[in-house]
């Protein structure tokens, strides 16, 4: 773990090499990962790969898992009581791959939606609040994506839509 988190870092200010993946293996490996990490009674509904065709996107599986995580993290956090639900769903929109993100945490205040990508925001009283400034960076930078807050509701829960280019 500590040679993954080691490669991260190093990726980071550097060029990345991007290669073609199926969506629905990454999206599988990343939430197995952060199941068996996550507390019990939250539930994760992610779209199986064996169910759909495949998507390719071209990423940088490290740095996109890394993506992922922190969005599954934050979602983790945001449930009270380690108790609700954390979604995905893929589809296509027009040249994109969309990947909606969605729990049943706390959501985040209408006032708030603009400044969760800045570094140093964080509604925890542990972190440095660099996971969303640093998931954007990997997104749009590296990745030619996007990444924003699709809808939120204080109380009810969030959806991140990350966006990249299909390819053939």
Not at 82 to 91: F, K, W
Not at 107 to 131: A, E, H, M, N, Q
Not at 144 to 164: A, D, N, Q, T, W
Request: proline share 6%.
């Amino acid at each position: 773990r500590l040679e993954l988190v080691a490669d991260r870092f190093s990726k980071i200010g550097a060029v990345p090499e991007l290669k073609p993946v199926n969506i629905y293996d990454q999206l599988e490996q990343c939430r197995a990962y952060m199941q068996r990490r996550a507390p019990r009674k939250v539930t994760f509904d992610f779209p199986s790969p064996q169910d759909h065709e495949p998507i390719t996107v071209g990423i940088n599986a490290p740095l996109f898992d890394w993506v992922f995580e922190n969005l599954l993290r934050n979602a983790i956090d945001a449930m009270e009581g380690g108790i609700g639900n954390i979604s995905a769903h893929v589809y296509t929109e027009g040249r994109y791959v969309c990947v909606d993100v969605s729990d049943t945490g706390k959501g985040i205040p209408s006032g708030k939606l603009k400044t969760v990508f800045k570094p140093g925001y964080s509604t925890k009283t542990r972190g440095w609040g660099l996971g969303l400034s640093l998931s954007k960076r990997i997104v749009e930078e590296y990745h030619k994506g996007r990444i924003f807050v699709h809808h939120s509701e204080p109380g009810h829960g969030c959806c991140m839509r990350i966006m990249l280019k299909k390819q053939a």
